[in-house]
Structure formats: structure tokens, C-alpha cells
């Protein structure tokens, strides 16, 4: 299957783990597809900012919305979600591997990202995604069974997904 999944806990540790698979995977000149997340603290805010770089050249997306230093709860921008997943579905013919930085909120509920990853599926690309713990049922249950669960190793993951390149199998 083309289809893997990693769920890192603590707070951005799989974004960072899924930037590091795609630097790895563009070293190794993959045309790469999906977004990568970065976390920008704030000493003024409870939640940080949340940028997506839409791969492989952006551009990046504030997908965060800021509501003030007391906000609680979910503060995704879903317009600003949506436009991402707009610049990716556009960037999938000629890309090898579509990395998703999340399997979120939005996803489980049948938005955001979803569509992306099943005509990628259609496509026969590979595709690695990241899910939080919350959202792994919902996650396993749109995969139907069909999802790798890869460790939290940047080399192991980076060879899952070469090993399913065809221009990269020997």
C-alpha cells in the first residue's frame, strides 16, 4: 500500500517530524506534494501561530486565526485551510509523494485535506500523513485498513515512501 501514517505525541513534534521526511525526500530529488506545518510561539498568546508551507515552494499559509490572549479552543482559519488545500490539489500532477501534515478536526468531518488525499490515492501516489491521537480512529476509519503505521524515525519513514517511488525502485 501507498498509504502511511505517523502520530508523534507532544505538541508539534509530528509537524516537525514530517518537515524533516520532506527535506530528506527532496534531498533525494522526490516532486513532493501537501504541506508541512510550522509552529511560531507568542509570549502574549496561550496558542501559537500555525503557518502551512504548501510544498515544495509555498507558499506559506497563516491558517491560525488570532483571537485574542485568552482564546481557548480550536482557532483554525478554515478559509485560510481551504485555500491550501486549493494550492495543493493543484500541485498533485507530477508530484511522487503527498505529505499532510494533519489528519485533523476538519478531516474526521469529511473537509479539508480529505479529497486531496483520495485523488492522490486515485492517482497511485504515495502519501504520508500525520494524525493526532484524538483523531486516529476517524483517521483508520476513512483509511479502512489500508494505512501503514510508520515509527517516529525520519530515516525509516523517508525509505517507506522511497521504497514506493516507481522512479526510485530498482
Known sequence: MKLGHISIEGRGETDRFLASVAAALEAKGIALAGTVQTNIKRADRRKCDMDLRVLPDGPVVRIS???GALARGCMLDHGALEQTVAAV???LDGAE???VNKFGRSEAEGRGMVTVISEALAKGMTILVGVNGLNLPAYLEFAG???DALPADVETATQ???Q???SHVA
Open 145 to 147: 485498513g489500508l494505512s
Open 97 to 99: 509523494v503527498l505529505i
Open 164 to 166: 514506493r517511488v516507481p
Open 89 to 91: 490539489a493543484a500541485r
Open 160 to 162: 517507506w515512501c522511497l
Open 65 to 67: 486565526e488570532d483571537r
